[in-house]
Protein backbone atom coordinates (compact mmCIF):
# COMPACT_ATOMS: atom_id res chain seq x y z
CA UNK A 1 0.00 0.00 0.00
CA UNK A 2 1.31 3.46 -1.34
CA UNK A 3 2.38 5.60 2.03
CA UNK A 4 1.94 9.08 0.58
CA UNK A 5 -1.46 8.79 2.79
CA UNK A 6 1.05 10.09 5.19
CA UNK A 7 1.44 13.11 3.96
CA UNK A 8 -1.99 14.47 4.61
CA UNK A 9 -1.55 15.77 8.40
CA UNK A 10 1.77 17.15 7.26
CA UNK A 11 0.23 19.25 4.55
CA UNK A 12 -2.04 20.59 6.91
CA UNK A 13 0.68 21.42 9.31
CA UNK A 14 2.27 23.26 6.95
CA UNK A 15 -0.85 25.02 6.02
CA UNK A 16 -1.43 26.15 9.80
CA UNK A 17 2.22 27.73 9.75
CA UNK A 18 1.34 29.58 6.48
CA UNK A 19 -2.23 31.04 8.47
CA UNK A 20 -0.36 31.76 11.34
CA UNK A 21 2.68 33.72 9.93
CA UNK A 22 1.28 35.34 6.64
CA UNK A 23 -2.01 36.41 8.53
CA UNK A 24 0.51 38.85 10.51
CA UNK A 25 0.97 40.87 7.75
CA UNK A 26 -2.90 41.23 6.72
CA UNK A 27 -4.36 42.50 10.20
CA UNK A 28 -1.29 44.70 10.85
CA UNK A 29 -2.87 47.73 9.82
CA UNK A 30 -6.34 47.08 11.92
CA UNK A 31 -4.27 46.44 14.40
CA UNK A 32 -1.83 49.71 14.57
CA UNK A 33 -5.58 51.53 13.97
CA UNK A 34 -7.53 49.43 16.82
CA UNK A 35 -4.50 50.21 19.63
CA UNK A 36 -3.37 53.49 18.00
CA UNK A 37 0.25 52.90 18.15
CA UNK A 38 3.00 53.58 15.32
CA UNK A 39 4.42 51.42 12.70
CA UNK A 40 7.34 51.66 14.51
CA UNK A 41 5.46 50.08 17.71
CA UNK A 42 3.40 47.90 16.01
CA UNK A 43 6.51 45.88 14.53
CA UNK A 44 7.17 44.75 18.62
CA UNK A 45 4.52 41.99 16.41
CA UNK A 46 7.13 40.62 14.40
CA UNK A 47 9.79 41.42 16.64
CA UNK A 48 7.96 39.48 19.64
CA UNK A 49 6.81 36.23 17.23
CA UNK A 50 10.14 36.19 15.08
CA UNK A 51 11.79 35.83 18.75
CA UNK A 52 9.34 32.78 20.06
CA UNK A 53 10.33 31.45 16.55
CA UNK A 54 13.80 31.53 16.99
CA UNK A 55 14.64 30.60 20.30
CA UNK A 56 12.17 26.89 19.37
CA UNK A 57 14.26 26.69 16.37
CA UNK A 58 17.35 27.19 18.11
CA UNK A 59 16.20 24.72 20.83
CA UNK A 60 13.99 21.90 18.66
CA UNK A 61 16.99 21.73 16.33
CA UNK A 62 19.54 20.18 18.80
CA UNK A 63 16.61 18.34 20.95
CA UNK A 64 15.24 16.28 17.80
CA UNK A 65 18.97 14.83 17.42
CA UNK A 66 18.78 13.32 20.98
CA UNK A 67 15.19 12.66 22.41
CA UNK A 68 11.65 11.90 20.13
CA UNK A 69 10.98 14.02 16.77
CA UNK A 70 7.19 12.66 17.00
CA UNK A 71 6.66 14.28 20.77
CA UNK A 72 8.37 17.67 19.75
CA UNK A 73 6.41 18.22 16.38
CA UNK A 74 3.12 17.01 19.28
CA UNK A 75 4.59 19.54 21.50
CA UNK A 76 4.60 22.91 18.79
CA UNK A 77 1.27 22.21 17.64
CA UNK A 78 -0.32 21.98 21.01
CA UNK A 79 1.67 25.25 21.99
CA UNK A 80 0.91 26.85 18.96
CA UNK A 81 -2.94 26.55 19.48
CA UNK A 82 -2.43 28.24 23.02
CA UNK A 83 -0.78 31.23 21.23
CA UNK A 84 -3.50 31.04 18.68
CA UNK A 85 -6.17 31.30 22.24
CA UNK A 86 -4.55 34.01 23.54
CA UNK A 87 -4.19 36.18 20.55
CA UNK A 88 -8.35 35.62 19.47
CA UNK A 89 -9.02 36.18 23.55
CA UNK A 90 -6.49 38.81 25.18
CA UNK A 91 -7.66 42.92 24.62
CA UNK A 92 -4.45 44.41 26.19
CA UNK A 93 -1.98 45.26 23.30
CA UNK A 94 1.11 43.25 25.85
CA UNK A 95 -1.02 39.90 26.53
CA UNK A 96 -1.85 39.79 22.58
CA UNK A 97 2.19 40.28 21.74
CA UNK A 98 3.13 37.61 24.46
CA UNK A 99 0.19 35.08 22.35
CA UNK A 100 2.20 35.96 18.93
CA UNK A 101 5.74 35.38 20.60
CA UNK A 102 4.20 31.48 22.24
CA UNK A 103 2.45 31.24 18.45
CA UNK A 104 6.15 31.40 17.13
CA UNK A 105 7.38 29.11 19.55
CA UNK A 106 4.63 26.69 19.26
CA UNK A 107 5.57 27.15 14.97
CA UNK A 108 9.28 27.13 15.07
CA UNK A 109 8.84 23.38 16.72
CA UNK A 110 6.44 22.45 13.64
CA UNK A 111 8.36 24.09 11.38
CA UNK A 112 12.00 22.32 12.70
CA UNK A 113 10.59 18.30 13.37
CA UNK A 114 8.51 18.52 9.91
CA UNK A 115 11.27 18.00 7.70
CA UNK A 116 13.36 15.04 9.22
CA UNK A 117 10.37 13.37 9.80
CA UNK A 118 9.29 13.93 6.33
CA UNK A 119 12.90 12.30 5.21
CA UNK A 120 12.66 9.21 7.49
CA UNK A 121 9.62 8.34 6.18
CA UNK A 122 10.19 9.26 2.63
CA UNK A 123 13.60 8.57 2.00
CA UNK A 124 13.94 9.20 -1.94
CA UNK A 125 13.61 11.92 -3.55
CA UNK A 126 13.99 14.08 -0.58
CA UNK A 127 13.51 17.56 -2.84
CA UNK A 128 10.67 16.45 -4.31
CA UNK A 129 8.82 15.92 -1.14
CA UNK A 130 9.75 18.83 0.83
CA UNK A 131 8.44 21.23 -2.17
CA UNK A 132 5.53 19.24 -1.96
CA UNK A 133 4.57 19.77 1.42
CA UNK A 134 6.14 23.11 1.44
CA UNK A 135 3.08 23.78 -1.14
CA UNK A 136 0.96 23.69 1.28
CA UNK A 137 2.53 26.41 3.19
CA UNK A 138 2.16 28.63 0.17
CA UNK A 139 -1.56 27.61 0.26
CA UNK A 140 -1.85 29.22 3.77
CA UNK A 141 0.33 31.89 3.35
CA UNK A 142 -2.67 32.34 -0.04
CA UNK A 143 -5.46 31.91 2.32
CA UNK A 144 -4.55 34.15 5.15
CA UNK A 145 -5.03 37.54 3.15
CA UNK A 146 -7.99 36.01 1.26
CA UNK A 147 -9.66 34.49 4.47
CA UNK A 148 -9.30 38.05 6.33
CA UNK A 149 -10.70 40.36 3.73
CA UNK A 150 -13.57 37.52 3.91
CA UNK A 151 -14.35 37.93 7.37
CA UNK A 152 -13.84 42.11 7.27
CA UNK A 153 -16.21 42.06 4.41
CA UNK A 154 -18.64 40.37 7.10
CA UNK A 155 -17.63 42.58 9.99
CA UNK A 156 -15.47 40.22 11.60
CA UNK A 157 -11.99 41.49 12.79
CA UNK A 158 -8.33 40.71 12.93
CA UNK A 159 -8.99 38.22 16.43
CA UNK A 160 -12.08 36.44 14.70
CA UNK A 161 -9.84 35.56 11.92
CA UNK A 162 -6.91 33.99 14.49
CA UNK A 163 -9.81 31.93 15.93
CA UNK A 164 -10.47 30.43 12.62
CA UNK A 165 -6.57 29.40 13.04
CA UNK A 166 -7.09 28.41 16.67
CA UNK A 167 -9.89 25.94 15.52
CA UNK A 168 -7.25 24.35 12.59
CA UNK A 169 -4.30 23.70 14.73
CA UNK A 170 -6.58 21.52 17.46
CA UNK A 171 -7.68 19.10 14.59
CA UNK A 172 -4.11 18.81 12.88
CA UNK A 173 -2.87 18.37 16.66
CA UNK A 174 -5.27 15.40 16.72
CA UNK A 175 -4.57 14.14 13.89
CA UNK A 176 -0.80 13.98 14.71
CA UNK A 177 -1.62 12.26 18.00
CA UNK A 178 -2.76 9.08 15.67
CA UNK A 179 0.50 6.38 16.01
CA UNK A 180 1.58 6.86 12.34
CA UNK A 181 4.96 8.85 13.18
CA UNK A 182 8.28 7.12 13.00
CA UNK A 183 9.23 6.10 16.97
CA UNK A 184 13.32 6.85 16.11
CA UNK A 185 14.86 8.93 19.38
CA UNK A 186 18.29 10.67 18.33
CA UNK A 187 21.39 9.06 19.54
CA UNK A 188 24.19 12.00 18.98
CA UNK A 189 26.30 13.25 21.79
CA UNK A 190 26.10 17.14 21.83
CA UNK A 191 29.78 17.50 21.39
CA UNK A 192 28.78 15.32 17.91
CA UNK A 193 25.93 17.41 16.97
CA UNK A 194 28.44 20.69 17.22
CA UNK A 195 31.31 19.43 14.84
CA UNK A 196 28.78 19.78 11.78
CA UNK A 197 29.27 23.69 12.38
CA UNK A 198 33.25 23.04 11.41
CA UNK A 199 31.69 23.63 7.81
CA UNK A 200 31.28 26.64 5.95
CA UNK A 201 28.90 25.04 3.83
CA UNK A 202 27.02 25.18 6.69
CA UNK A 203 27.17 28.78 7.38
CA UNK A 204 26.85 29.05 3.85
CA UNK A 205 23.41 27.35 4.13
CA UNK A 206 22.29 29.44 7.25
CA UNK A 207 23.02 32.74 5.30
CA UNK A 208 20.76 32.02 2.45
CA UNK A 209 18.17 31.16 4.62
CA UNK A 210 18.63 34.03 6.55
CA UNK A 211 18.59 36.87 3.39
CA UNK A 212 15.84 35.11 1.38
CA UNK A 213 13.15 35.14 4.60
CA UNK A 214 14.36 38.39 5.68
CA UNK A 215 13.20 39.55 1.86
CA UNK A 216 10.29 37.51 1.84
CA UNK A 217 9.00 38.50 5.99
CA UNK A 218 9.47 42.40 4.61
CA UNK A 219 7.43 42.04 1.70
CA UNK A 220 4.71 39.68 3.51
CA UNK A 221 4.96 42.22 6.60
CA UNK A 222 4.68 45.69 4.97
CA UNK A 223 3.06 45.02 1.76
CA UNK A 224 -0.08 45.53 2.31
CA UNK A 225 0.56 48.92 4.11
CA UNK A 226 2.64 50.10 0.89
CA UNK A 227 -0.35 49.20 -1.24
CA UNK A 228 -2.53 51.71 1.70
CA UNK A 229 0.07 54.27 1.63
CA UNK A 230 -0.91 54.30 -2.41
CA UNK A 231 -4.36 54.58 -1.93
CA UNK A 232 -5.49 51.72 -2.15
CA UNK A 233 -7.71 50.21 0.33
CA UNK A 234 -6.48 47.52 3.27
CA UNK A 235 -8.74 44.39 1.41
CA UNK A 236 -7.60 45.35 -2.02
CA UNK A 237 -3.92 45.04 -0.90
CA UNK A 238 -4.44 42.03 1.06
CA UNK A 239 -5.90 40.13 -2.23
CA UNK A 240 -3.04 41.39 -4.39
CA UNK A 241 -0.39 40.24 -1.58
CA UNK A 242 -2.21 36.73 -1.77
CA UNK A 243 -0.95 36.55 -5.14
CA UNK A 244 2.60 36.20 -4.38
CA UNK A 245 1.45 33.14 -2.15
CA UNK A 246 -0.55 31.82 -4.70
CA UNK A 247 2.92 31.96 -6.88
CA UNK A 248 5.09 30.28 -4.07
CA UNK A 249 2.26 27.69 -3.82
CA UNK A 250 2.30 26.53 -7.25
CA UNK A 251 5.58 27.51 -7.99
CA UNK A 252 6.49 24.51 -5.46
CA UNK A 253 3.86 22.03 -7.50
CA UNK A 254 5.16 22.57 -10.45
CA UNK A 255 8.93 22.70 -9.66
CA UNK A 256 9.06 20.01 -7.11
CA UNK A 257 9.89 17.80 -9.85
CA UNK A 258 12.63 19.36 -11.27
CA UNK A 259 14.83 19.71 -7.86
CA UNK A 260 16.15 16.39 -7.92
CA UNK A 261 16.87 16.47 -11.48
CA UNK A 262 18.92 19.59 -12.13
CA UNK A 263 20.39 19.77 -8.73
CA UNK A 264 19.62 21.19 -5.51
CA UNK A 265 22.14 24.56 -5.54
CA UNK A 266 21.16 25.15 -9.57
CA UNK A 267 17.38 25.28 -9.09
CA UNK A 268 17.94 27.96 -6.32
CA UNK A 269 20.39 30.23 -8.24
CA UNK A 270 17.52 30.19 -11.36
CA UNK A 271 14.98 30.75 -8.93
CA UNK A 272 16.59 33.26 -6.94
CA UNK A 273 17.41 35.12 -10.32
CA UNK A 274 14.16 35.32 -11.32
CA UNK A 275 12.86 36.60 -7.93
CA UNK A 276 14.98 39.14 -8.15
CA UNK A 277 14.10 40.41 -11.13
CA UNK A 278 10.12 40.00 -11.04
CA UNK A 279 10.43 41.80 -7.49
CA UNK A 280 11.79 44.64 -8.91
CA UNK A 281 9.39 45.07 -11.71
CA UNK A 282 6.83 45.04 -9.09
CA UNK A 283 8.20 47.78 -7.39
CA UNK A 284 9.32 49.74 -10.25
CA UNK A 285 6.18 49.72 -12.24
CA UNK A 286 2.85 51.75 -11.73
CA UNK A 287 0.37 49.76 -9.15
CA UNK A 288 -2.10 48.23 -11.70
CA UNK A 289 -4.93 45.76 -11.27
CA UNK A 290 -3.64 43.37 -13.66
CA UNK A 291 -0.22 44.03 -13.84
CA UNK A 292 1.12 44.09 -10.14
CA UNK A 293 -0.89 40.86 -9.18
CA UNK A 294 0.75 39.28 -12.20
CA UNK A 295 4.45 40.73 -10.95
CA UNK A 296 3.45 39.21 -7.15
CA UNK A 297 2.25 35.76 -8.68
CA UNK A 298 5.96 35.73 -10.58
CA UNK A 299 7.67 37.10 -7.92
CA UNK A 300 6.34 33.98 -5.47
CA UNK A 301 6.49 31.47 -8.78
CA UNK A 302 10.35 32.32 -9.08
CA UNK A 303 11.04 32.40 -5.06
CA UNK A 304 8.82 29.07 -4.50
CA UNK A 305 11.80 25.69 -3.99
CA UNK A 306 14.37 28.10 -2.04
CA UNK A 307 13.75 27.12 1.31
CA UNK A 308 12.50 23.43 0.92
CA UNK A 309 15.43 23.06 -1.84
CA UNK A 310 18.32 24.36 0.66
CA UNK A 311 16.31 22.35 3.83
CA UNK A 312 16.54 18.94 0.77
CA UNK A 313 20.62 19.63 0.44
CA UNK A 314 21.07 20.14 4.46
CA UNK A 315 18.92 17.08 5.40
CA UNK A 316 20.46 14.60 2.32
CA UNK A 317 24.17 16.17 3.25
CA UNK A 318 24.50 15.57 6.82
CA UNK A 319 22.04 12.83 7.25
CA UNK A 320 23.32 11.97 10.88
CA UNK A 321 22.36 15.21 12.38
CA UNK A 322 19.17 15.79 9.92
CA UNK A 323 17.17 17.56 12.90
CA UNK A 324 20.27 20.19 13.22
CA UNK A 325 20.82 20.20 9.79
CA UNK A 326 16.90 21.08 9.71
CA UNK A 327 16.90 23.84 12.71
CA UNK A 328 20.05 25.38 11.94
CA UNK A 329 18.62 26.42 8.50
CA UNK A 330 15.37 27.31 9.96
CA UNK A 331 17.32 29.22 12.83
CA UNK A 332 18.71 31.80 10.42
CA UNK A 333 14.96 31.97 9.07
CA UNK A 334 13.99 33.29 13.07
CA UNK A 335 16.77 35.57 12.68
CA UNK A 336 15.12 36.67 9.70
CA UNK A 337 11.62 36.85 11.16
CA UNK A 338 12.79 38.66 14.23
CA UNK A 339 14.69 41.15 12.87
CA UNK A 340 14.30 42.58 9.25
CA UNK A 341 10.07 43.11 9.67
CA UNK A 342 10.93 44.92 12.67
CA UNK A 343 13.37 47.15 11.33
CA UNK A 344 11.21 47.41 7.98
CA UNK A 345 8.80 49.20 10.33
CA UNK A 346 11.23 51.98 11.80
CA UNK A 347 12.43 52.47 8.55
CA UNK A 348 8.76 53.05 7.20
CA UNK A 349 8.29 55.03 10.51
CA UNK A 350 10.71 57.80 9.17
CA UNK A 351 10.75 57.59 5.68
CA UNK A 352 8.02 55.15 4.06
CA UNK A 353 6.83 51.77 3.28
CA UNK A 354 8.42 52.56 -0.38
CA UNK A 355 11.91 52.32 1.12
CA UNK A 356 11.40 49.75 3.45
CA UNK A 357 9.88 47.73 0.42
CA UNK A 358 13.31 48.11 -1.31
CA UNK A 359 15.39 45.92 1.17
CA UNK A 360 13.77 43.24 -0.50
CA UNK A 361 15.56 43.23 -4.01
CA UNK A 362 18.74 43.95 -1.88
CA UNK A 363 18.58 40.95 0.07
CA UNK A 364 17.44 38.79 -2.32
CA UNK A 365 20.71 39.85 -4.05
CA UNK A 366 23.03 38.97 -1.01
CA UNK A 367 21.38 35.44 -0.74
CA UNK A 368 22.25 34.98 -4.29
CA UNK A 369 26.26 35.84 -3.68
CA UNK A 370 26.03 33.47 -0.78
CA UNK A 371 24.71 30.53 -2.77
CA UNK A 372 27.95 31.23 -5.08
CA UNK A 373 29.84 30.76 -2.06
CA UNK A 374 27.95 28.23 -1.36
CA UNK A 375 28.86 26.35 -4.76
CA UNK A 376 32.32 27.71 -4.60
CA UNK A 377 32.91 25.38 -0.94
CA UNK A 378 31.00 22.32 -2.83
CA UNK A 379 33.22 22.37 -5.64
CA UNK A 380 36.74 22.62 -3.13
CA UNK A 381 35.31 19.60 -0.72
CA UNK A 382 34.59 17.61 -3.89
Not at 88 to 106: C, E, N, Y
Request: aromatic share 16%; with cysteine; hydrophobic share 55%.
Amino acid sequence: MSKNYLLIPFFFALIIIGLGLSGIGSVVPEMTKQFGVTSAVMGRVFLFHGLGYFISIMIAGFLGDIMQKSFLLRLGLLISALGFVGISSFHGFTQVILSFMAMGIGLGFVDCMVNPILTEIFTKNPGAILNIVHAFYGLGSLSAPRLYAFLSQRQYNWQNFYSVVMVVTIVVFILFLFPFLPKTEGKMGFRNILTIFRYRAFWFMGAITMFYSGGVTILNGWLVSYFKEKGLSITVGAVYLSFFWLGLMIGRFVLSWMVDRIGHLRMIQLNTIGGILFVVLTLSLPISANLTPTLLFLTGFMLSTIIPTTLAYALVNYPETASTASGWVLTNNGIATLFFPWFGGILASFTSFRTTLLMVPILLIIMLTFQWLLAGEIKKVQ
